[in-house]
């Protein structure tokens, strides 16, 4: 790991501010500064980076609605460097649902494509470990759909972990940190617009019955083309009900 005073130089007088904020930002991501790692004093920071107190406390500010770094206060306070995780999108996703402006229709159209590619590229890299928890998450959620509604609630928490498993199998990081963000908050469509009955929750086992059963062989265009048809199916739902409110 480099010494802190070769991570940073003079700020760039022509946008002092951004660049401020660019350089702890790349020294965070590229690993030279790691979760835990506090920064250095705000008299440090102003020295190498030849700036004023005003721009490295509002540079900091910027940093900690990043979620990059938390300042504390007190005795052995300052700017401590952060684990980087979904929850900053995951909440800014929230905000978008709760403001309307994520559509049934937007995200459908981003589940089909992206879910699709996850389950056939799950199809391809599943081993029987994989398909022996997704065959013991399969058999919760239909005990959950065969007592109906009272059940709801446990049955879309493992609805979740079944397509979180798919996308853990597929192993990508990138699809992993955006379909956590989709699902953690997908919930609020499903109590608004999917009033789940029996009916509902035992044809959506059916559907992951059927999608685990095509990764299991090996079958990933069907795999695909069986979550594309899931999701447009439940969307269809979701849009009648809608229509309904109105």
Known sequence: MKPMEQLFRAAKQNRIFQDVVDQIQEAILEGNLKAGDKLPAE?????????????IREALRVLEQKGLIEIKLGMGGGAVVKSISADQMSESLDLLIQSRKVSLNHLAEFRKGVEGDVV??????RKPEDIQKLTLLLAEAEACAKEGERRVSDFLDTDKKIHLS????????????VLKMVHDNIRRY?????????REMLENYRDLESIVRAVETGDAEKARELAQAHVERFNTYMKRQAEKAE
Do not use: H
Request: net charge positive.
């Open 166 to 177: 798919f996308v853990r199998i597929a192993g990508n990081p990138i699809y992993i940190s």
């Open 120 to 125: 056939a590229m799950a199809a391809t890299r």
């Open 43 to 55: 008299r440090e920071l102003r020295e190498m980076l030849q700036t004023s107190r005003s721009t």
């Open 190 to 198: 499903f109590e608004t617009f999917l009033p789940m009955k029996k």
